[in-house]
Structure formats: C-alpha cells, structure tokens
C-alpha cells in the first residue's frame, strides 16, 4: 500500500477490545453467547436496575491473567474497578464498569512479525470492562432501538504504546494478537461479529521530531484491510491539512467503507471527561500469587514458540511454520498429519495447498475453530506415506485424494478398489518406453542432436501411456539410458 507523507512521519497507536468467550456476562448469570433475539439474554444486573449489585465473574479474570501472562505483561496484585461516565442509549447505567488507574495487567509486549525481522511493539495495558449493548438504526419507522444482550458481556481492552508507524505494520500487529488470543482460546477474533475490534490513535509530525503530532481516533473499521485502509487515508488526509496551512484538532473519526474515507464523528474526549472514580460496588481485586501462577500453568504453546519448534525440530522453511501456527486450529491439524506419517514437509505441502484452498472454497474458516477438515489428519498422512513408500506416485495421490474428498474412504482402500498401485516394475515400462521411442522418431533424433527440453515430453509420454501409474523415478532413470543410445 503506497503512503506519501512528504516531510512527515506517521505515529500510530491501537486499542483493542475483545470479546471474552465466557458463558456468562462479567457481573452477572445471562447468557454471553452472540446472534440470539434482541433483548434476549438479560436481567436486572445487565439492565442497570436500581440497587442491583454486580459479581465478579472469576472466569474473567482468569482469561485476563492469561492474556496479560501471554503478552509479557506485570500482574497486578491489586487492581480496581472504576466507573466510566457518559451518556449514549446503550449504556443503560449511564456508566460503564471499567479499570482506570489500576488495571490488571502492564508494561507487556508483542514481537510483530513483518519483512526484515521481528518489531517489538510495547504494550501500555490490558484491563477488563463490560461491553454495552448495541443500537439499531433504522430497524422500525426510520427510529433507533437498543439491543442490551450484548450489555455486560467481558471484554479486554488492549492498548498498545504508539510504537507502529506503518499501516501495514498495524495490519500484522492485529494478527499476531489475534492469533496469541485464538492460541489462548479466550476470545474468537471475529471481526465481523465484533468480537475483536480496533481503535487506531494516527498522528503525523515532521521527520525527525520527537514530540507527538495531534491525535486523531478512527473507529468502525471491521476487517485487517479496513483497519489498514483507514490509517493510511487518515494520515494522508493529516498531511493535506498542514501542508494547506491548516490545523489539525483532536478528535474521533468513522471509517465510511463505501466511500473509503475518514469523517468527523465527535471531539476526541480525555480521560477527564468521563469522571472516572472507583465503583462503590465492587471492592479492589487481590490477586494471591498462587492464582496467577495456576493461571501460567494452563498456558498452551504460544505461535511464537510453535512457530520456533516447527523451524528447528520439524526442519520446515519460516515461511511454512509462519503459515501453519497462524492459526492453532490449523496447527493441531498439521501436527495431526504428521504424527500419522512423519514426512513434516510433505504435510505441510498438503496442507498449504489443497488443504487450505478447499477450507477457503467451503468457508469452513469461517468459524471460530475449524472443526470440520476436507480430509482427515490420519488419512491425509496415509496419502503421503503411501507416497513415500513407492505404492503410489505423487500424480496417483490427486486422483486418490478427490476420491477421498467424496468417498471418505482410506487412501489404501482406494488404491485397492481402483488398481492405482504405482509399477516398479522394470519390463512394462521398457516397453512403453520403446513404443513411445519409436511412435517419435524425429523427436528422438533431435534430442540427440542437443534438444535437451524434448526429454520432458518423452516422460509425459512413458507416463500417459502407463496411466500415470509408472514410478517417475525408474521412468526417468530407463529413458535416459535409452535416450543414450
């Protein structure tokens, strides 16, 4: 993506909100779960009814401690909760419960994968708040209602330093911490259904300064390229302004999608404007050590880490490893197929490839987790070690693996049921040698005569005339010597 900033630089900042997968909401017993009826899953706790108490929900906080364990961050031993004051139609208390001054977790950091190496973006927070419910324009005689199912349900917000200076860099940032999030299974990652949205913090300044430029926020942005187009529009549309000799003001802007551009959308507020004071209600949070130290014991392997272990034990290229732990979903399947015929790389051809391309046609990706594979793990490594045992070539494993596709059936079944066992058998390809040697006589003279490329043609021929059932190798081998006289 072309960027011209001219003599300025970019600083750019995110704040991410993520949707806990909890069954229940943070302070109380309904339902968290998306896409039922409006106003479906709530009560008086959710719906801010007078005297109504919260209560901790301790699963929240565990997810917290994961994230904040798995990001490099300190632990708080004790947080608090605070009231953040503002008035919008879907917050129904007319304050959301959120952390201010003393969230869980601090000072972490996440190493972004990009072109060149790693970049280590710091981390300034993660705290836990409740999310608000959701208002629906335009769905009764042009007014607005307000679904609260969504009121209540635990988010982390996860604030990084303003470290990324690119927006192709924020693109990977949002992945990588997508990814860790998927790895920790806490939360889904899906932006379309808000599980997973993006703030960005843009400001530009001239090259070589050290103070900031004036912020500005954008928000309803619902996809990495969304994210991405978005900052770099609103940075271009920064420098426009002060070359013109304009002034930038501070303040938060839309994403409009259709038109691909920025649009004022309120004054950006501080943190002033919210009043924020200590919830009454809900006491300061201790955390013992012993609680976050149970909580490091559950961690999986990290994407990272995996990525590192499939690099240097399965002696598979970055590029590969990079792919296969982008997911953990895809990376428990692939280690699947390997434990079933430890050919590492074969796998992970297979599953790069034809794997990847029907989950994508079927949309099976769609869902939070992959639990419906084209073919399965054990099958997938059958195929190859059939392969790497000479029973079958790698063309006969196209033809077999689409009969798995419908069939479901193991590949050796299917070899058997439909005579594909590869020849290795030195006479029958002699003679279909022969015959393809004498039907192209001309070709073979000018081979000899230094028409090195035709030796290719004389193998698609042995192999058409064998039905693609000849051993490549021996084909290769037989008719070099015939070819030499």
């Known amino acids: 993506m072309s960027l011209r900033l001219g003599a300025y630089e970019s600083v750019i900042g995110l704040e991410v909100h993520a949707e806990l997968l909890t069954a229940s909401k943070i302070f109380c017993g309904c339902s968290a779960a998306f896409g039922a009826p409006p106003n479906q899953h709530t009560c008086s706790v959710c719906l801010g009814m007078p005297g109504m108490l919260p209560v901790l929900n301790r699963r929240v906080v565990e997810f917290a401690v994961r994230a904040g364990l798995a990001t490099h961050c300190r632990i708080a031993p004790v947080s608090r909760w605070a009231r953040k004051n503002y008035f919008y139609p879907d917050l129904c208390k007319g304050y959301q419960i959120s952390q201010y001054e003393l969230p869980i977790c601090e000072a972490g950091w996440i190493d972004v994968p990009l072109e060149g190496g790693a970049k280590r973006v710091r981390l300034t927070r993660i705290h836990m708040e409740e999310d608000t419910g959701k208002n629906i324009h335009d769905a009764h005689g042009g007014g607005s209602l307000v679904d609260f199912n969504r009121s209540g349900v635990p988010l982390l917000e996860i604030v990084s330093e303003p470290d990324l200076t690119w927006p192709a860099e924020a693109g990977a940032y949002l992945r990588t911490l997508r990814s860790i999030l998927q790895y920790l299974q806490i939360c889904d990652g899906n932006m379309e259904e808000g599980s997973f949205r993006c703030d960005a913090n843009c400001s530009v300044r001239p090259r070589g300064a050290t103070a900031l430029g004036t912020k500005v926020e954008i928000k309803n942005m619902n996809s990495f390229r969304a994210v991405e187009r978005a900052i770099a529009y609103e940075l271009e549309r920064q420098v426009r302004v002060l070359e013109e000799g304009g002034t930038l003001v501070q303040e938060t802007r839309l994403w409009d999608p259709d038109r691909e551009e920025t649009r004022p959308m309120?004054?950006?507020?501080?943190?002033?404007?919210?009043?924020?004071?200590?919830?009454?209600?809900?006491?300061?949070?201790?955390?013992?050590?012993?609680?976050?130290?149970?909580?490091?014991?559950?961690?999986?392997?990290?994407?990272?880490?995996?990525?590192?272990?499939?690099?240097?034990?399965?002696?598979?290229?970055?590029?590969?490893?990079?792919?296969?732990?982008?997911?953990?979903?895809?990376?428990?399947?692939?280690?699947?197929?390997?434990?079933?015929?430890?050919?590492?790389?074969?796998?992970?051809?297979?599953?790069?490839?034809?794997?990847?391309?029907?989950?994508?046609?079927?949309?099976?990706?769609?869902?939070?987790?992959?639990?419906?594979?084209?073919?399965?793990?054990?099958?997938?490594?059958?195929?190859?070690?059939?392969?790497?045992?000479?029973?079958?070539?790698?063309?006969?494993?196209?033809?077999?693996?689409?009969?798995?596709?419908?069939?479901?059936?193991a590949p050796a079944e299917i070899v058997e049921r439909r005579g594909l066992v590869q020849v290795s058998d030195e006479g029958p390809i002699v003679a279909a040698i022969d015959r393809v040697l004498a039907a192209n006589a001309t070709k073979v003279e000018e081979y000899r005569g230094g028409k090195d490329k035709l030796f290719g043609f004389f193998v698609g021929q042995v192999m058409k005339a064998t039905g693609g059932k000849a051993n490549p190798g021996l084909v290769n081998d037989l008719l070099k010597r015939k070819l030499a006289g």
Request: negative net charge; glycine residues 6%; hydrophobic residues 45%.
């Open 266 to 409: 309120r004054s950006k507020e501080s943190a002033h404007d919210y009043r924020y004071f200590p919830d009454p209600d809900l006491p300061p949070l201790a955390l013992p050590a012993s609680f976050v130290e149970d909580v490091r014991r559950t961690l999986p392997e990290l994407p990272d880490a995996r990525r590192a272990r499939f690099v240097s034990a399965l002696g598979l290229p970055d590029y590969d490893a990079e792919v296969l732990t982008a997911r953990r979903d895809l990376a428990d399947y692939f280690e699947a197929v390997v434990a079933a015929h430890p050919n590492a790389k074969a796998a992970s051809n297979w599953v790069m490839g034809d794997i990847l391309r029907l989950v994508r046609e079927q949309r099976l990706d769609d869902a939070p987790t992959i639990t419906r594979w084209p073919v399965t793990a054990a099958h997938l490594g059958a195929l190859i070690a059939l392969i790497d045992g000479g029973t079958i070539s790698g063309k006969i494993a196209k033809t077999v693996f689409e009969d798995m596709l419908g069939s479901g059936d």
